[in-house]
């Protein structure tokens, strides 16, 4: 297995490629707004780094969000993409899994249950609740921090998202952003645990979003489509505006 | 042809508006054109929503790529190219085609073309009537962009003569449309209605056409507010309103002051052809009147099919084309969607990749010169 996971649903852009035993290579530059240009040159980067050619690669994984959606895109297009391109599976990931599985297998892990929070903006987070680093116990959702306070009181928790509001997460900790490694290491033992798609299974699976098939238990590989949480802000304009002065 | 195997063989990808569009193109021959439209998604919110469109685009890159793959009947790695609209246009909606562009030409090692959505316009007559005219007068008019522009060498050198000052001429169809509660989007409506009404019927404003305006610039915001006003009067008086009459005469003043404007422009510049794309090329009053005023100002017409009007892929894949063709230097990896890229970019050029091994020019014309050059000794 020869593994390329990226993620563009947190300010950082994030690449790492990973062999199957162990991480290879990685890469992770946060900036908010340059998901577009950034993410192309970090994969060539990164293959640069290990020898190796996007030919090689046998498996993308790659963040499905929640994330702010332009960014979010950025990710899952160039992920799909290479995998028509090249013929092999693609594989979502829930960002926020991702982020609790670092939180969840790092030395600073809590012994209980933790919370990832990661920054929705419009004052409000995205976020969800885990036993442990492979256990997610609801379903990822959007909420103002102060309507979930006391789902999240007395919880450690990761992300950047945590870090803004303090009042609610009074226990936040590292990692703010996905943390490429553990991206990869993440979709790299849920393959190996048997999880993954074959090729093009995730285009052809329903248009729905993600979120429908990804109920509270779900917590593995997902199909490679956007966890967006949110409907479009569109209005159906009113009724025509009379434009003959009174 | 024998040779038109040599033609460089470009896909191209556009998502600057509602149009998840895929072309392949051989030189200047149109291989594919395939399209997803998410413009039925729009129509409730009686205009395009650019996060609804972003979506689309993301639900139909790939499958449109497969599609125009298989309708060209040619393998990817045959390829020579890949070209995408780099702007100008809805942000998040190009940023879609740009990844999925950088991510197609990054897999299948072939180098990447960011290219000018206004220029693609033009350029997309040569898979229809064949080699761009040096140089080409061309009006582009549709829900996004209303402008005059002289194209000398359409991979290096476009200037803009005139623009709309207020709404594009798209725009315009889509509020009457609304005002008159014939739905979105307004051009196809308007122009249906209008056949069988009398375009003289009411005498609406024709904007900027006075001794004093820009004799180049559009202005379709009055107009607008006059037919508002003339329709609620009506009603106001308990009258009906004549729709098909306001439909024909107003389509009257848009389709006047376009052509009237763009004829003009060829005659001060020594333009001998005209082209016209954009959606509201597809206009039928407008294709008519041009005809008439450019057969009596001894101007050649040229307007592509409705289809290759309209946002599309081939448009880029027919401009990348001509960029390879003349050893334009292709785009970097870090190439960046700009919603306001100036149409005088016909492409975004790589950093590192402006100096051309001089053994391998072997450019059809070579008019990089003519920036040098003042425009009024251009022609004469
Ligand atoms: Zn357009």
């Known amino acids: ?246 | 042809m024998a040779d038109s195997r040599d033609e460089p063989l470009v896909l191209g990808i556009e998502t600057s508006c509602d149009e998840t569009g895929v072309g392949v193109v051989r030189g200047t021959t149109l291989l594919a054109d395939a399209i997803a439209s998410s413009v039925d998604e729009h129509a409730r919110f009686g205009g395009v929503v650019p996060e609804v469109a972003s979506r689309a685009h993301l639900e139909a890159m790939v499958p449109t790529i497969e599609r125009a793959l298989k309708e060209a009947g040619v393998a990817a790695s045959d390829l020579d190219g890949i070209a995408v609209t780099a702007g100008p246009g809805l942000a998040g909606a190009l940023l879609v085609g740009v990844s999925a562009a950088k991510a197609y030409a990054y897999a299948l090692g072939k180098p990447l073309y960011g290219v000018n959505h206004l220029a693609s316009h033009i350029c997309v007559d040569q898979l229809e009537h064949g080699a761009l005219p040096e140089p080409t007068m061309a009006l582009l008019v549709s829900g996004g962009h209303s402008s005059l522009l002289l194209a000398t060498d359409i991979t290096s050198d476009v200037r803009p003569l005139g623009a709309t000052i207020d709404d594009a001429a798209g725009e315009a169809f889509d509020k009457i449309a609304r005002v008159l509660d014939l739905g979105f989007p307004g051009g196809p409506v308007i122009d249906r209605y209008a056949r069988e009404g009398d375009p003289g019927a009411i005498a609406f404003p024709r904007g900027l056409t006075g001794p004093r305006d820009a004799p180049y610039d559009f202005s379709f915001s009055g107009l607008k507010t006059s037919v508002a006003r003339w329709i609620e009067a009506k009603r106001a008086a308990g009258e009906d309103v004549p729709v098909r009459d306001v439909a024909a005469s107003f389509q009257e003043a848009v389709a006047d002051v376009l052509t009237r404007k763009a004829v003009r422009a060829c005659r001060d510049e020594g333009v001998d052809h005209l082209m016209i794309g954009g959606g509201v090329a597809a206009n039928s009053r407008l294709r008519a009147l041009a005809q008439e005023r450019c057969e009596a100002a001894g101007i050649r017409l040229r307007v592509p099919r409705p289809k290759l009007c309209t946002d599309n892929g081939a448009m880029v894949a027919a401009l990348g084309a001509e960029m390879v063709a003349r050893d334009r230097a292709a785009s970097d990896w870090d190439l960046s969607a700009d919603s306001s890229l100036p149409v005088t970019d016909p492409h975004v050029p790589g950093r590192s990749a402006h100096v051309p091994a001089p053994a391998a020019a072997h450019h059809h014309h070579d008019h990089d010169h003519v920036h040098e050059v003042a425009k009024d000794n251009l022609y004469s």
């Open chain 1, 1 to 246: 297995m020869l593994l390329l996971a990226l993620d563009t649903a947190t300010p950082a852009v994030t690449v790492a490629l990973h062999d199957g035993v162990s991480v290879v290579a990685a890469s992770s530059q946060v900036d908010a707004r340059r998901h577009g240009e950034l993410l192309l040159p970090a994969v060539d980067r990164v293959l640069a780094e290990a020898g190796v050619k996007l030919a090689e690669v046998t498996d993308i994984a790659v963040g499905v969000g929640p994330g702010p959606y332009t960014g979010l895109r950025v990710g899952l297009t160039t992920a799909d993409t290479f995998g028509f391109a090249l013929g092999v599976p693609v594989h979502g990931v829930c960002t926020l899994d991702a982020l609790g599985y670092a939180f969840g297998t790092s030395a600073a892990a809590p012994d209980g249950p933790f919370v990832v929070a990661t920054d929705a903006r419009r004052k409000e987070v995205y976020w969800a609740r885990y036993e442990d680093a492979r256990t997610r116990t609801t379903a990822p959702a959007v909420d103002r921090p102060a309507d979930i306070a006391d789902r999240v009181a007395g919880l450690p928790s990761a992300g950047a998202g945590a870090f803004l509001y303090p009042e609610v997460f009074a226990d936040a900790r590292e990692p703010r952003h996905v943390p490429a490694a553990a991206l990869a290491a993440f979709a790299a033992e849920r393959l190996a645990a048997g999880e993954g798609l074959p090729a093009g299974g995730g285009r052809a699976a329903s248009p729905a979003s993600a979120a429908d098939e990804d109920g509270p238990a779900g917590h593995g590989l997902l199909p490679p489509r956007p966890l967006y949480l949110r409907r479009p802000d569109a209005q159906v304009p009113k009724n025509y505006k009379v434009v003959t002065p009174r």
